[in-house]
């Protein structure tokens, strides 16, 4: 959108200023061009902290709605908690602001797809904040799959051992009630990975997995928590692929937290992270134990490296040029659908033990 030139200062608002919604703000204040001139929060503390974030005056609101309604923002960027996206963003879609909003797009398949349908005549651009696809070592073994480098793919297999789920106000994420569950609150990044790599819609799902190891106890915050801290979950996608998941939530003595391998006729790409290592193997150039292997690093370029090792900053760069563009979004409101419902019928598979078709619930 250039004036006479140059370009202007993209105007942000954030609604929801607990740590993503600041993550968000500090992101968008290393970008060129972009400024965060509102946020809001009903809660007190959060909004200091994204006040303070800001490291300047800020007009801040404790009602979300007065900010739309301000005049003060060319985009939003919603990070509330998960059971009020589908309300927050609802009154977002109404108005002619872009719009990122924070995974998972909602805590239900339904409400998902009132979402999309709310979407779907919209102008504005409307984006889904899916920010693994962007981690370096990623998004190059996405590059390297979709240059053809295994062949078709045929299966996806992904790792993920990490720490338990960070304290959040009022423990809101301890609870399936509040997130939709671990396979939908956590996992929709690696469900979005499955379909983007596979390239293919998934068609059936089967799960296992339980509360293992972490729990809250019940106290003044409500009752205990009831979130998954383990599973393994099995998709079949349309195209013959498959792709799998192996979740540990209390496995943060690892070496990397997330393992991600793409096998097809030509060969094999997998990506470590936070090694930030890629290995590459083709059938017939390559052996077992003689794969290429790169170290990719870190991208140290990048002026905000944040949670997700300058992902989340690479996401607004791409955010902002669809916004100047008029492009659309890398990660549409359908691809959010399809996250949260393959970890819909996740759950559902492991509550009902047995394989889930994904028509029963689209």
Request: aromatic share 6%; glycine share 10%.
């Amino acid at each position: 959108m250039p004036c006479d030139g140059q370009p202007v200062t993209i105007r942000y608002g954030i609604i929801g200023t607990g740590m993503m919604g600041v993550e968000h703000i500090h992101n968008i204040r290393a970008l060129p061009d972009a400024s965060v001139t509102a946020i809001a929060d009903p809660h007190r503390p959060s909004l200091e902290a994204g006040a303070a974030a800001c490291g300047e005056p800020i007009t801040r609101f404790d009602d979300y709605r007065e900010l739309l309604s301000s005049d003060l923002c060319d985009a939003v960027v919603v990070a509330t908690p998960n059971m009020t996206h589908r309300d927050v963003l609802a009154d977002v879609l109404a108005t002619d602001l872009a719009a990122l909003i924070e995974k998972p797009l909602g805590i239900t398949v339904d409400e998902c797809k009132q979402l999309v349908a709310l979407g779907e005549h919209r102008d504005a651009l409307t984006w889904v904040g899916l920010e693994y696809r962007y981690i370096p070592a990623i998004a190059i073994l996405i590059d390297h799959v979709h240059a053809g480098m295994v062949g078709d793919v045929q299966m996806v297999a992904m790792r993920e051992h990490r720490f338990p789920f960070l304290p959040k106000v009022g423990d809101w994420n301890r609870s399936t009630a509040n997130t939709g569950g671990t396979l939908v609150e956590k996992c929709c990044h690696f469900f979005d990975l499955m379909v983007l790599l596979t390239g293919s819609a998934p068609v059936r799902v089967f799960a296992t997995g339980s509360q293992a190891v972490n729990r809250i106890e019940a106290g003044e915050l409500g009752p205990a928590g009831d979130m998954l801290d383990n599973a393994f979950v099995l998709v079949d996608h349309e195209s013959g692929a498959r792709s799998m998941l192996d979740l540990c939530m209390f496995a943060e003595a690892s070496l990397n937290q997330e393992e991600l391998s793409v096998v097809g006729t030509e060969g094999k790409v997998e990506a470590l992270v936070p090694e930030h290592v890629l290995r590459i193997g083709r059938r017939g150039r390559e052996a077992l134990g003689a794969v290429h292997v790169h170290d990719v690093g870190i991208d140290r370029s990048i002026p905000y490296l944040g949670h997700h090792y300058g992902s989340s900053y690479v996401e607004h760069q791409h955010f902002l040029e669809a916004f100047r563009t008029g492009a659309p979004p890398q990660v549409s409101l359908t691809d959010g659908l399809l996250s949260v419902a393959i970890g819909q019928a996740a759950h559902q598979s492991i509550d009902e033990g047995r394989p889930i078709a994904l028509d029963e619930i689209l």
